[in-house]
């Protein structure tokens, strides 16, 4: 992609996700009942946290901690993977990568995996892959690297989605190994794709498109790949764990009593999708998602992304982006991703 337009998709998705995250981060672990008698209309302060307006969390941290190690390899570099677990590790020991130097509202499966990593293991290992490590948070840090593999007019070639599914399946792997939560992230990537090359074909049909090719990639491929490399694979593209999104026209009808918005991998997933699909503008996506209750912060970071890359930088209200704590430092860092990845 072209470089500058490239730093503008880079800031829109970016922003996206922290201004997502920073308004679900005072009302975070509150209960739907909770938000519709009061329901987030503006960027608050202190709440669940007690941190100042504009604060973010754990998902724009490891965001910003996963941006710096492509920064500093390259994505096909054989390290990049060693050198986003290190800046992991910086984040969480040393508050790198945070509003205020130190990290907090972090999840205990990215805790286990670091300290794993700590211990020896190979990045790509770290992740857990039991039934029970399919939180939502590799989900809600993988825009650095759905941007790197988005956007390209050959994305749907084989060669493309295979090397994109592989990428976005390590990413997620370093935190998060079950085949659930790859695909979800997987799943993510395409949509990005689609709303940064097709948005004129509407949200609906962007959407739709991204779960049909994503699932026409894996049906394309022989599982017998799959069961020699990992079983859980095989057993998840069996399992039809994504069933209500494999027809968004259906799945948008759904009721909002009907979406879930907990800290589940697929329930962070659906939720995203159905407020960018019920909603006009980022303002409204953003609020819809932090007033579904529960996992505010990620849920409204997972949904921002989407929101961002679709309305836009500008289409975020300016005055959310204003309160941010170091507005300065991330719209420099969007900088320096757009500078070494966008193409002359």
Not at 48 to 73: C, E, N, R, V
Not at 265 to 288: G, H, K, M, Q, S
């Amino acid at each position: 992609m072209e470089k500058n337009l490239f730093a503008k998709t880079v800031r829109a998705g970016i922003f996206g996700v922290v201004v997502g995250d920073a308004l679900g981060v005072p009302v975070e672990f509150t209960s739907r009942a909770e938000r519709d008698a009061d329901p987030v209309t503006d960027m608050r302060e202190y709440g669940t946290h007690y941190q100042p307006k504009g604060t973010w969390s754990d998902d724009s941290s490891m965001t910003f901690a996963t941006m710096d190690g492509l920064i500093q390899f390259d994505i096909f570099d054989s390290w990049v993977m060693w050198d986003v677990m290190n800046k992991f590790v910086l984040w969480l020991e040393q508050g790198e990568y945070t509003p205020y130097g130190t990290a907090f509202d972090v999840g205990n499966t990215c805790s286990k995996a670091i300290m794993d990593y700590k211990e020896g293991v190979e990045p790509t290992g770290c992740g857990g892959i039991g039934e029970r490590d399919n939180g939502n948070g590799s989900l809600m840090r993988i825009m650095p690297f759905a941007l790197l593999s988005a956007g390209e007019d050959d994305y749907w070639s084989k060669e493309k989605i295979s090397e994109t599914s592989k990428i976005v399946q390590a990413a997620s792997s370093l935190t998060h190994g079950h085949s659930r939560s790859r695909i979800a992230c997987l799943l993510y990537t395409s949509a990005c794709h689609e709303l940064i090359c097709n948005k004129e074909d509407g949200v609906e049909t962007c959407i739709q498109r991204a779960v049909d090719g994503t699932f026409a990639y894996f049906d394309d491929v022989d599982l017998w790949y799959y069961w020699g490399n990992s079983a859980h694979m095989l057993v998840e593209l069996l399992s039809n764990k994504f069933w209500r999104i494999r027809n968004i026209k259906e799945f948008r009808a759904l009721s909002r009593k009907e979406i879930r918005s907990s800290g589940y991998v697929l329930d962070t997933l659906e939720a995203a999708f159905w407020c960018l699909l019920n909603t006009e503008n980022y303002r409204d996506c953003v609020l819809a998602a932090v007033n579904l209750g529960e996992d505010t912060d990620t849920v409204g970071a997972v949904a921002g992304g989407l929101a961002g890359l679709y309305y836009g930088y500008d289409g975020i209200p300016k005055e959310w982006v204003e309160v941010l704590a170091k507005k300065e430092w991330i719209d420099g860092l969007c900088g320096e991703f757009a500078e070494k990845y966008g193409d002359e």
